[in-house]
């Protein structure tokens, strides 16, 4: 059974960094693109960021661009989001999902819920001021 389990999530004061990792296993996940997304408490789920296939592009979300950065290795089917500079305002669960296609170039496909297929339990990051 496919599955996505993310780790890396914890406590860490304003200006601090985490890594978060998002290991995949069950089947192959280096022909999909991969996103992050997070969801604070009485909010809605938000995109984060996403990586495509093998890759070349990535895309993150106007809140964390220039702090966090995505990644990935398909040799270890391993998706990672670098977080760093964090402040309280990212305070929340974190997600790990497998997006639907392959490459994207539209934030209105990339963004939306929708599009991925395949969800991770998710990850908890606090951020103390």
């Known amino acids: 059974q496919a599955q996505l389990v993310e780790s890396g999530g914890g406590l860490v004061q304003a200006g601090g960094s985490l890594s978060l990792s998002c290991a995949a296993s069950?089947?192959?996940?280096?022909?999909?693109?991969m996103g992050w997304f997070r969801q604070a408490p009485g909010k809605e789920r938000e995109f984060v960021a996403i990586i495509t296939w093998n890759g070349e592009r990535t895309y993150h979300a106007a809140s964390v661009w220039g702090r966090f950065t995505i990644a990935r290795d398909n040799a270890k089917n391993t998706v990672y989001l670098r977080m760093n500079n964090l402040k309280p305002e990212d305070t929340a669960v974190y997600y790990c999902?497998?997006?639907?296609?392959?490459?994207?170039?539209?934030?209105?496909?990339?963004?939306?819920?929708?599009?991925?297929?395949?969800w991770g339990q998710g990850t908890q990051v606090t951020v103390s001021s």
């Open positions: 069950g089947r192959t996940f280096s022909n999909y693109a």
């Open positions: 999902a497998k997006a639907r296609g392959s490459t994207y170039f539209s934030a209105s496909s990339y963004s939306r819920d929708a599009e991925y297929d395949l």
